[in-house]
């Protein structure tokens, strides 16, 4: 069997879930079937893989359209496939073409959906209302539809409900569990300032409203004082955030010590070192489909304090492995009380600051629950059964 995948983001230009998740599907896919990966950018060295820049007549076009045309041409490529897999809005266009083209099914692993993220109409513009067409097209005609949790599955039936629920599945992400696992060294640490001997609290993650940063900086106010605030954090959004997000650190930097902001794309064995020490990761997002960064912390060994929004519930388990934040949204994902979310947020994470014993309990509870539910030899499997049947 010959799968195509096809997604926007794949190893070395990954800024998001999607790209881990295509990463890891990748290579698992590659020991049971014939699999082909399609993605935006540079030319990859990988075998199999194959890179695609917007047309030339594009370059100065609105960024949604740049993106249909490089899904034209990741369609064209896809002949000979036996099935194509999108991921993400950047490549369901492709899945939908290459399916009329080609006559083969088309699979959609849904990680975020565009009705739940309006903020996008900041960044897009009127390229957001493309977006949406696009996804809700290639929905609305794919064969079958995966769901990274139960909680995504409710929101593709409850903002596409012209997709049968049958056709829907969930199918979790992943961790490498051999690769994330936790790395007493302490040279990462020193190389960005953190002082091994106070305990700190971690952010991964873009900067972007589906987040949370701004949140969370506003609930830092509050943090214990003998806590560092570690934040790995880059590729704002928009300009906007960027500077939305630069004042509130440079407001909380004058408030209190130990507050670390590190905006480049740190490799993943420096990531694994800093989450490892963490006293607690931090997940402030208020639009989360599952959050594998929140697998990443666990596989680590690190407590975890999350948003109990989206399929978050159904990685972090609330009391055993972290804590869980309520929150009261809007239609557009934003706290009705955002002060009341910062609380909260600020509450349980001095909870396990206050308590090192039970946060390290948390976190080894945390690794063990990667390692038996979300291992992604699992998840292979069960997205190749899921091609076989569309096969039959």
Request: aromatic share 6%; net charge negative; charged share 25%.
């Amino acid at each position: 069997m010959r799968v195509d995948l096809l997604s926007r983001e794949y190893p070395p230009e990954v800024y998001g879930g999607a790209g881990v998740h295509m990463e890891y599907l990748a290579s698992r896919l590659r020991r049971l079937a014939d699999v082909r990966v399609r993605c935006f950018g540079a030319d990859r060295e990988e075998p199999g893989v194959s890179a695609y820049r917007v047309p030339g007549g594009l370059e100065s076009a609105n960024a949604a359209l740049q993106v249909l045309g490089v899904d034209l041409e990741m369609a064209a490529a896809c002949e000979g496939a036996d099935v194509v897999h999108s991921h993400t809005w950047y490549a369901n266009f492709a899945g939908h073409v290459a399916k009329l083209l080609h006559g083969v099914p088309h699979v959609v692993t849904t990680h975020s959906l565009e009705p739940l993220r309006p903020w996008k109409a900041e960044q897009l513009g009127g390229g957001y209302t493309i977006s949406s067409w696009a996804e809700r097209t290639a929905l609305a005609a794919a064969d079958a539809v995966i769901a990274v949790s139960e909680g995504m599955r409710r929101d593709v039936l409850a903002a596409y409900p012209e997709i049968a629920p049958e056709r829907v599945s969930v199918i979790h992400n992943g961790i490498d569990t051999a690769e994330y696992a936790p790395d007493r060294g302490d040279e990462v640490l020193k190389k960005h300032g953190v002082d091994p001997g106070r305990p700190y609290v971690i952010f991964v993650g873009r900067i972007t409203r589906q987040k949370g940063l701004v949140h969370l900086l506003h609930a830092a106010r509050a943090f214990d004082r003998d806590a560092q605030l570690v934040l790995c954090a880059g590729a704002p959004d928009t300009p906007e955030i960027a500077a939305e997000v630069t004042g509130l650190v440079r407001e909380l930097e004058r408030e209190r010590e130990g507050v670390l902001w590190i905006s480049e794309m740190l490799p993943k064995p420096e990531v694994i070192q800093l989450l490892t020490h963490a006293a607690v990761f931090v997940c402030p997002s208020v639009y989360e489909p599952m959050g594998i960064v929140n697998l990443e912390a666990m596989a680590c060994e690190t407590a975890v304090v999350a948003t109990a929004t989206g399929g978050i519930p159904e990685v972090v388990a609330d009391g055993e492995t972290g804590l869980l934040v309520p929150i009261d949204q809007g239609a557009d994902g934003t706290p009705h009380d955002p002060a009341r979310f910062a609380a909260d947020l600020a509450e349980r994470v001095n909870a396990l600051l206050g308590d090192p014993a039970r946060a390290r309990a948390m976190g080894e509870a945390g690794r063990a629950r990667a390692v038996e539910h979300f291992s992604w030899e699992r998840i292979a499997g069960r997205t190749l059964d899921l091609y076989t049947s569309l096969l039959a």
